[in-house]
């Protein structure tokens, strides 16, 4: 029996007493894809797969879709773990941009840099935008 009924004295109408289905958990797509991406380097390591181009005709889609995906495992890892676990809802397509970025220090906006002060180009205040200044190269 999936559930108790009973019928109320007053009206005589049946109450379903199912307890609730828990709420499915909503996974971002920009964190299926992340998962997807882990899951792809570990099956390269192990030899299931040799090449970024085998992936693709396993999974149905082209070598690009695989190279984006994959760039998801350049975030810095508090990044990733933000995104797996549902704080950070930003989509895959706009952390493009994020993971190209050389440095977890440059993907973090150098907060952390100038909160422990490493260099003194981020310890510089932050431009109107929002966005930290990229340390200059050969000045």
Do not use: N
Request: contains cysteine.
């Amino acid at each position: 029996m999936t559930g108790l009924s009973f019928t109320s004295r007053i009206g005589g109408s049946k109450a379903d007493l199912r307890p609730e289905r828990p709420a499915r958990p909503v996974t971002s797509p920009a964190a299926r894809s992340l998962a997807l991406a882990h899951y792809i380097e570990d099956a390269v390591e192990k030899g299931i797969y040799s090449s970024a181009a085998e992936v693709a005709a396993a999974l149905g889609v082209t070598r690009a879709r695989v190279s984006q995906i994959g760039m998801l495992l350049r975030l810095d890892p508090s990044t990733q773990e933000r995104i797996l676990c549902g704080d950070d809802t930003r989509s895959a397509r706009a952390l493009r941009p994020v993971s190209a970025e050389h440095s977890w220090l440059e993907q973090q906006g150098g907060s952390v840099c100038r909160a422990i002060g490493s260099c003194d180009d981020c310890r510089a205040e932050a431009p109107p935008s929002g966005r930290a200044r990229r340390p200059s190269i050969g000045k």
